[in-house]
C-alpha cells in the first residue's frame, strides 16, 4: 500500500473531493419537497418518503457494495457506481409521477455509495497517528457536500425547476467520472474472497467487535436527529408567515459549512484511537442545538445558530466514531465501515421519516422533541458503556 507521503495533497484530497461531489446527490431533495409536492399535488407525508427511501437505497448500497471495497479494485468500483448513478439521476429528473420519482431516488441511493469505498481508502494509506486527521480531511470534503447540495438544490431549483437539478447533478457526474479515471490510483484488494463470504463475514464482525456495536448506534442515533431536521426544514420554512421558498431553505446549507471546518480539527483531537469524551461532547452539543431551535419561533438568525450547532456536533461524533472503528482491523476496514455506515444510514432514514411523521402531527416542536429524544438515548448508551467499563477495570492496590 502506498505511504501518505507525497499523496496527501493529491490523492486524499482528490478523495474528498469526490466524497463531497458524490454525496451531494442524496441532499438535493431536501430544499425542493415542497416543489415536488406542487408538481405532483402530493402531501407533506408522502413527498417525505423522498428523502427517506433514498437513504434507504444508500444504506442498502453501503450494505451490498461497501464491502465490495476490501475483495476488488477500488477505482473500476467507483467509476462503475458514478456510471450508474448517472442514469439513476437522469431518470430522476424525467419522473412521471411520485412513484417513479422515488424508485428513482432509491437507485440514487444505492449507487452514490462511493464515499464508502473512498473513506477506508483513506483509511489505509495512512499511519495510524494520522488515521483520524486524514478521515477527517476526506469527511470534510463529505460534508461540504452534504451541505453545499443544499443551497445548490435550493437556489437552481428556485430558478430552473426542480428536474433541473437533477440533470445538473448527473452532468457532474460525468465530469467527475473523467477527473478519477485520471487521478485515482489503482488499489490491491485487502482480503481477497468471494462476495458470499464478504458478507458473511460482517455478521461475525458485529458479533465480536462491541466497540463497532456501541459506535454504530451513537453514529445512527445522532444522525437520525440531524436528518430530522434537515428533512422538515423546508416544509418549516414553506408554512412560516412570509412562505419561503426552496432558496432560503437551500441557504442554511451555507450556514451549516461552519461545521465542517471541525472535521480536520476533530480528526487532529481524535489521533489514532479517538476518546469517548469527544462523542459526548458532540451529541451534547446536537442536543442544545435542538432546544434552541424548539424556542426559535421561526427567527432565521436563532435557525441559524442552531444550524451550527447541529452540524458541529454531527460531524465531530462522526469523525470521532469512524477513528475509533478504523483501528479495529486492518484488513476489514471496508466491511467495518460497511457495518457502521448502513446503522448511521437507518438511523438517518428513521430519522426523516419520523422527522416527516412528526411534523404531520405535532409541528416544529414535534420535530425538535425526536430530534431530542435520540441524542439522550444515545447519551444514555454511552454513559452506561463507560459505567461498564469502570466496572470491569481491576483494582489498584
Not at 180 to 208: I, N
Not at 337 to 344: A, K, R
Request: charged share 10%; hydrophobic share 50%.
Amino acid at each position: 500500500m502506498r505511504s501518505t507521503t507525497g499523496v496527501k495533497g493529491t490523492i486524499i484530497w482528490t478523495m474528498a473531493v469526490a466524497s463531497g461531489a458524490t454525496v451531494a446527490n442524496l441532499y438535493y431533495n431536501q430544499p425542493l419537497l415542497s416543489e415536488i409536492a406542487n408538481t405532483f399535488r402530493a402531501s407533506n407525508h408522502a413527498v417525505g418518503l423522498i428523502p427517506t427511501v433514498t437513504q434507504i437505497g444508500y444504506g442498502l448500497g453501503m450494505l451490498l457494495i461497501g464491502p465490495l471495497g476490501d475483495s476488488t479494485e477500488r477505482r473500476k468500483l467507483v467509476l462503475t457506481l458514478i456510471a450508474l448513478v448517472t442514469a439513476a439521476l437522469l431518470a430522476a429528473a424525467a419522473s412521471p409521477s411520485l412513484p417513479a420519482l422515488g424508485a428513482a431516488s432509491l437507485a440514487i441511493g444505492i449507487t452514490t455509495c462511493v464515499p464508502q469505498v473512498l473513506i477506508p481508502f483513506a483509511a489505509s494509506l495512512a499511519p495510524p497517528d494520522q488515521r483520524g486527521r486524514t478521515v477527517g480531511m476526506v469527511m470534510s470534503g463529505l460534508l461540504f457536500g452534504v451541505l453545499l447540495s443544499r443551497t445548490i438544490g435550493g437556489v437552481v431549483g428556485e430558478w430552473l425547476g426542480w428536474r433541473a437539478v437533477y440533470v445538473c447533478a448527473a452532468g457532474a457526474m460525468v465530469v467527475l467520472g473523467v477527473f478519477l479515471r485520471l487521478e485515482l490510483p489503482r488499489s490491491e484488494p485487502g482480503s481477497p474472497m468471494t462476495y458470499q463470504a464478504l458478507l458473511r463475514s460482517l455478521l461475525a464482525l458485529v458479533r465480536t467487535e462491541p466497540i463497532l456495536r456501541l459506535h454504530s448506534m451513537l453514529g445512527g442515533l445522532t444522525f437520525g436527529a440531524f436528518s430530522a431536521f434537515w428533512a422538515t426544514m423546508a416544509l418549516y420554512f414553506r408554512d412560516l408567515p412570509p412562505h419561503y421558498g426552496p432558496r432560503t431553505a437551500g441557504l442554511f446549507g451555507m450556514v451549516g459549512v461552519l461545521g465542517a471546518l471541525a472535521a480536520p480539527l476533530v480528526g487532529r483531537a481524535a489521533g489514532g484511537r479517538s476518546d469517548r469524551r469527544l462523542n459526548a461532547v458532540a451529541i451534547g452539543t446536537i442536543l442544545v442545538g435542538f432546544c434552541v431551535l424548539a424556542v426559535s419561533h421561526g427567527n432565521l438568525a436563532v435557525i441559524a445558530l442552531a444550524v451550527v450547532l447541529l452540524d458541529f456536533g454531527a460531524q465531530a461524533n462522526h469523525i470521532s466514531n469512524q477513528t475509533r472503528i478504523f483501528g479495529l482491523s486492518d484488513q476489514a476496514r471496508s466491511r467495518l465501515n460497511t457495518i457502521y455506515m448502513v446503522t448511521y444510514f437507518t438511523g438517518g432514514a428513521l430519522g426523516a421519516y419520523a422527522g416527516a411523521v412528526a411534523y404531520s402531527g405535532w409541528g416544529w416542536l414535534g420535530v425538535c422533541a425526536v430530534g431530542a429524544g435520540m441524542c439522550v438515548v444515545a447519551l444514555v448508551m454511552l454513559a452506561g458503556r463507560h459505567m461498564v467499563g469502570r466496572q470491569t477495570q481491576p483494582a489498584v492496590h
